[in-house]
């Protein structure tokens, strides 16, 4: 059984990872922001003009949570970001097998298609997000042990979003 300071560490560790991946993934919509909105007319069926208007509304989403959770929000900010990745994975799973060739721009790679692995990434990120409830702990941790946490989260966020890159350098060898 896990202790307390331990299920805490790790349930802030899952914040941070969120909360990066969030970040890191509205920072890459902004910067390819044309190609994200033209994927979801494109790759999702959405109509131009409700692109035009679901485009700016997810990046602000995402960036709203973001920042909320790295300013310390927990359950709320959590439930919505697992609501938020669920439906996103849910969405992106569906086109994934009923198109051939999806784009999404999850995190800014408009030219490439969606990949089993990156599928395999949001899943993990809605594992992640899952787990934080599991693991919540009301107990603070002290400066320190945050910081330890939030740098175990930058680790399994680059390794997150890097995933198709990974398995593919991995497959080539």
């Known amino acids: 059984m896990l202790t307390s300071v331990l299920a805490t560490l790790l349930a802030d560790t899952a914040r941070y990872c969120i909360a990066l991946l969030l970040l890191a993934a509205s920072v890459g919509k902004l910067r390819s922001y044309g190609d994200f ?29 973001a ?4 300013a310390g929000g927990t359950h709320i900010p959590m439930l919505l970001s697992l609501l ?13 097998f009923t198109h051939s060739v999806v ?6 790679e408009a ?5 089993r692995y ?5 899943v993990l990120a809605v594992g992640i997000n899952g787990a934080y409830f599991a693991l919540a702990q009301e107990a603070t941790l002290p400066v320190a042990t945050t910081a330890l946490a939030a740098g175990l989260a930058a680790i399994v966020c680059v390794a997150t ?12 060898d």
Not at 103 to 108: K, L, N
């Open 103 to 108: 784009r999404c721009s999850c995190f800014g």
């Open 118 to 122: 990156d599928l395999l990434r949001n």
């Open 67 to 70: 920042g909320w959770l790295m």
């Open 37 to 65: 909105r033209g994927n979801l007319v494109t790759s999702f069926g959405v109509p131009p003009a409700a692109a035009s208007l679901a485009a700016p509304a997810l990046v602000m989403a995402e960036l709203s949570l």
């Open 84 to 96: 938020l990745l669920t439906t996103l994975t849910a969405v992106l799973a569906w086109r994934y």
């Open 161 to 172: 979003i890097s995933l198709h890159d990974i398995a593919t350098l991995a497959k080539a």
């Open 111 to 115: 030219a490439r298609p969606v990949s």
